[in-house]
């Protein structure tokens, strides 16, 4: 460990491996996007990432200039056949230099950010890991950021295509902007010969009333936990969150029985019956914890005052928990559109499908497959541009569950 705390050993290392890291993601990004066979040479990345990482530590050159040199050698180094990244034969020229010019400019500018601390001699033991902590955290971004836009990519790419397009070339997921509004195709046709809109709404319906029912239910019951002094009220509040300990598809069986017994099977009201069961533990969970956060002597004011302790929760706890409320509401609410097991299991009847059970339907072999993937990106965008709206609500509600009064 102290051979490698030089930084003529730190340099080359870290930007060897850096270097492998962005060949292979430039490899993977353009062959999405081009359809083109795009391929990490390893040998070259190392080498050649060494190189970068070992003038990176000489810090002679600013990184505007770093990243067009070895933009431009990348390019003419591919040129002679050893460039980090292989194409295929069929790959233009211009294509060719653009993800080599692309990956060395990358390089260049990244490997001299995670490097900016070293030297050529001996390192501090603060020196060496703050460099080993900028490498980790630039590959966990990049990391975590291909295995949740990689997927989504792909799904949004595959229901732009025709079935004629899919047999040809599966792997290829490059669109055609030429064909203008018919890229939506698959969109259309689900709307309109598929009854996704009504779909959309009733997913959309019993999600808002299964989070207006689990707060109902969980209001109270976390404010009791967190305020009231009764009997068993340690053992209730650890026990909250037992119900997610037994997997769902446990309880599959027996609720299938008991909804069938009760006519309740194949019926909008007998999900919304089901679907707070799984929600109200997490929303108490998380409610009592913010709850213990408020200033009790805010409520002990507001009795003194002559309020009931209702009066108190509703003109007092409440408009000081919004923050909370939102987040736990938007939490139910995306587990409520998520949901597939229990629509899967009671809905039969597709005028009352939820959204997750009518794209389970579309898996078919009678079915083009783009159509599943479109009926996908109907459900996630949704959600995910909710969530992305309202994250820091999310963050706090999270949180706020583990703070203890």
């Not at 002679?60 to 990244?85: F, M, N, S, Y």
Request: proline share 5%; with cysteine.
């Amino acid at each position: 460990m102290n051979m490698l705390r030089y930084g003529y050993i730190t340099g080359p290392l870290l930007g060897a491996l850096w270097m492998v890291v962005l060949a292979t993601t430039i490899a993977v990004a353009m062959s999405f996007a081009t359809g083109d066979p795009f391929r990490p040479v390893i040998w070259l990345s190392l080498l050649w990432g060494g190189i970068v990482g070992f003038g990176a530590v000489q810090h002679q050159v600013e990184r505007p200039l770093a990243a067009a040199l070895v933009a431009a050698g990348t390019a003419v180094l591919g040129l002679a056949g050893l460039a980090p990244i292989a194409i295929g034969e069929t790959t233009s020229v211009i294509g060719s230099v653009f993800a080599w010019g692309v990956l060395g400019a990358i390089a260049a500018w990244t490997t001299l950010s995670i490097l900016e601390e070293c030297l050529p001699g001996a390192l501090t033991r603060h020196e060496f890991e703050e460099a080993v902590i900028r490498f980790m955290t630039g590959f966990g971004y990049i990391f975590f950021t291909a295995i949740v836009l990689i997927p989504f990519y792909v799904m949004v790419m595959t229901s732009l295509k025709n079935q004629a397009e899919l047999i040809k070339n599966p792997l290829d997921f490059s669109i055609d902007l030429s064909k203008g509004t018919d890229l939506f195709r698959s969109y259309f046709e689900l709307f309109l010969d598929f009854n996704f809109g009504s779909y959309l709404w009733t997913s959309f319906y019993i999600s808002i009333l299964t989070v207006l029912i689990t707060l109902l239910f969980a209001i109270p019951g976390a404010y009791a936990v967190a305020r009231l002094r009764f009997q068993g009220r340690a053992a209730f509040s650890r026990s909250i969150l037992l119900i997610y300990m037994v997997p769902m598809i446990v309880l599959a069986l027996p609720i299938y029985i008991a909804f069938s017994m009760l006519g309740l099977r194949n019926s909008v009201i007998g999900i919304v019956m089901i679907y707070p069961v799984t929600t109200i533990p997490v929303a108490l969970y998380m409610l009592q914890g913010y709850f213990r956060g408020l200033p009790a002597e805010v409520e002990e004011a507001g009795l003194m005052d002559g309020l009931s302790r209702l009066a108190v929760i509703w003109k007092i706890t409440l408009p000081l928990s919004l923050p909370a409320m939102a987040s736990v509401s938007l939490y139910v609410f995306m587990i409520a559109w998520n949901e597939f097991l229990l629509a899967f299991m009671l809905l039969d009847d597709p005028s009352k499908f939820t959204l997750t059970r009518g794209i389970a339907s579309l898996n078919s072999s009678e079915i083009p497959r783009q159509h599943l993937m479109a009926g996908s990106v109907i459900a996630t965008v949704p959600i995910m541009a909710l969530f992305l709206g309202l994250e820091r609500f999310m963050t706090k509600g999270l949180t706020a569950g583990s703070v203890k009064g």
